[in-house]
Structures are given as C-alpha cells and as structure tokens.
C-alpha cells in the first residue's frame, strides 16, 4: 500500500468516524436522530441508511419468515400472505433461508426455489420492507444437513488452516452469487440482513457451543465477513449475530466475533413445554430477561438490537401475541420475527392464519406496534 493510500485511507477513516457521530436533527423536530456506520466500510448507501433506520427505529417492526412465499396450507400464490390476511398488512420484516444454495441446488431446504425468493425479496423491497436471511447451511464433513452434530471439529475444517477450507470459500462463492443478483428496480443491490451461525449458544447445529471453541467461531465469523466484503466485493449486508438463551451477559459476549463485524444484535426465542400456561410464564420471564441484558449490551455497543426468531408452535394459546406484546413493545427491541407457517405440515405455524382462533390475538399486537 502506497502512501498516499495510506492518507487517503486515514482521511476517509477520519470522516467514517466523524459521521458515526454526528448528531443530525429531524425535520419535524421531535428527537434528535444520530447516525451509525455499517461494520463493512464499504457498505453502499442505501444499506448504511437500513442500518440508521433499524437504529433510529421508534416502532418495533414485525416479521414473518417466508411470508410472500407460502403459508399454511398454500404454496406461492401471488399476493398472498398470512400476516396480510389477518392483520391487513405484510410484514414489515420477512425472513428467508439459503440452506441448500451452498450445494448449488435449486431450492432451500423448505422447498423454497430461490428464484421465487429473489422476486419476493424485491417485491418487499418495493413495498418498504426489510428482508432478512438466515444459512442452514449443510455440515460440510458428513454431507448431511447442519443438524448433523455426530462429528465435532467441522468449524476447525473451514477455517484456513483446515482440510475443507477451500471447499467451504466455494459455498461462500455460491452465497455471493445469489446475493448479488438480489436488486431492485434501478439495478441497485438491496440491502439484506444476514444472520448466519446462529443460535450458537446451543448445540443442535454444528457450529454449536459444544462443536467449536469460541476462538474457532469467532474466527469463522471474522472469515465470513471478511471473505464477503473484500473478496468478493459484496457491501448490501448488514451481520445479525443472534443467540439461542442465556440468561447473563457474558454468556451471550462468550462467542461475539466483535464490533468491527456485528452490525445488528439479537436472540431467538421460543416457548416450549406442555404446561401451556406455565411455560408462557417461563418464556416471557426470560424474554424480559434476555431484553433488559441485550437492551443494556446493545446500548454500550451503540448497535441495534431485535428479536431475531420467535413463536410458539400452533399458536396454541389466545393470549400469547398480546401477553408478548405487554413485554417487548415497551423495550427499544427494532424487530421480531415469527418462525414460518410450513404449507406442508398442519401443526408447524407460528402466527395464525385467517380462521384461526389466535388470529384476533395477533391482529391486536400488530396494531399495538403501529
Ligand atoms: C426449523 C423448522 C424446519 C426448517 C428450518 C429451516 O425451525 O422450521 O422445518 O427446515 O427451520 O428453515
């Protein structure tokens, strides 16, 4: 590097740092809003400008993954959503999932084509809404899928010094691909929250707390961002790191790749257990407290958080939307997303479609939120 890339770069660093804390007034005068940066310094501006508006949120945003797609009982049929049919509006935020697009396949796992996903994501796009995207992505050892957690040592394999490395930079090629082909109707890239390697906490993927050390996850991390925005060039993401349970900060820290590398900050969360009433009593004890430590975390870091994944299978009871609601929207959260409503399977939904008996629930917390 030259030095006169050197003072460029200083120059250019010292303007970032400036604006990521300038205090720039609204025009209707109300709060000030303030600005941040997106972690990749390339970012383009229309994702540092999602970024600001997930930041300088005043609403909390409601999601729902592979809305647009299908939902229960139906399969892509133009215009159709479940979220709209019961609350009269689409999803602010929809999620999507790439697993299987690292083998070259056609579709994700969920039967997903994913040249039905790009025309969705656009069509959000055009309608204001934020895509957001997730990466089941296959165990690069054993072939199966990433629930595969038989063999430790698969994030040891992809990092440089490991036997599969070079395979796994081909997956992150075919990620890339798909990525940048995502544009809308200027040919302008739209900007995409990526959330890969979650639920790290647990070990029910391969990336998992038992499979990898947090130095190994770390890593793996800092190689994927690194790999995407200066390999190849990709600047429409913004990186969601989000956690399954803890109930301390240092838990959630114990992994965190950095600040360099994590834009947005979140946690997945689902009520289990027989004892419907019960278990909802557990669930929103710990949203709340996993809200106020990540509330907190988030502040000191200066980043965005959300709820990244949420819901209770079958929507079994008719309080649980607004019960959620009395605990999340007062928080500074910038979005929750449901999980999917599978079209191919009559109990695996997590928001009600029209009909259902929790649909008035739903509808009451969506408006809740406007
Ligand atoms: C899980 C389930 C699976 C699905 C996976 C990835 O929670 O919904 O059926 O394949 O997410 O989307």
Redesign the pocket.
């Known amino acids: 590097m030259t030095n006169n890339w050197l003072s460029s770069l200083c120059i250019i660093s010292a303007i970032l740092i400036a604006t990521s804390c300038t205090q720039t007034n609204t025009t209707s005068g109300t709060s000030p809003l303030s600005s941040i940066t997106p972690t990749d310094t390339l970012a383009t501006p229309a994702t540092t400008s999602l970024l600001n508006r997930l930041y300088n949120g005043q609403k909390l945003l409601v999601g729902h993954?592979d809305d647009l797609s299908y939902g229960h009982t139906w399969y892509e049929i133009e215009g159709r959503s479940d979220m709209k049919e019961v609350c009269e509006i689409y999803p602010d935020i929809c999620g999507w999932?790439l697993?299987g697009l690292e083998l070259g396949d056609t579709a994700?796992?969920?039967n997903v084509g994913y040249n039905n996903m790009r025309r969705h994501m656009q069509e959000m796009h055009r309608l204001g809404g934020i895509n957001t995207m997730?990466w089941?992505s296959y165990n690069i050892i054993t072939g199966n899928n990433c629930w595969d957690v038989s063999v430790d040592g698969v994030v040891a394999a992809i990092l440089p010094d490991g036997a599969k490395h070079a395979q796994y930079l081909r997956w992150l090629d075919r990620f890339a691909d798909f990525v940048s082909t995502i544009k809308d109707d200027e040919g302008e890239l739209i900007p995409l929250l990526f959330r890969p390697y979650h639920e790290l906490i647990g070990s029910w993927f391969w990336w998992g707390r038992d499979l990898c050390t947090a130095d190994e996850y770390k890593q793996l991390w800092r190689m994927t961002h690194n790999y995407l925005t200066q390999e190849k060039g990709l600047h429409n993401l913004l990186y969601v790191y989000s956690t399954s349970n803890f109930n301390d900060a240092p838990l959630f820290l114990e992994r965190y790749p950095g600040d360099d590398v994590v834009d947005i900050l979140g946690f997945d969360i689902y009520q289990y257990g027989d004892d419907l009433k019960q278990a909802q009593q557990e669930f929103l004890k710990q949203l709340k407290l996993q809200s106020d430590l990540l509330s907190a975390i988030a502040k000191e870091k200066n980043k965005p958080w959300a709820v990244c994944e949420a819901g209770l299978e079958s929507c079994l009871l008719g309080d649980w939307f607004s019960e959620l609601g009395k605990t999340i929207i007062p928080t500074d959260a910038r979005y929750i997303l449901f999980?999917?409503n599978?079209h191919d399977?009559d109990t695996?939904f997590y928001i009600p479609f029209d009909g259902h008996e929790a649909a008035p629930d739903f509808k009451k917390f969506v408006d809740a939120t406007r």
């Open positions: 993954q999932e697993g994700n796992l969920d997730t089941h999980w999917r599978a399977r695996h």
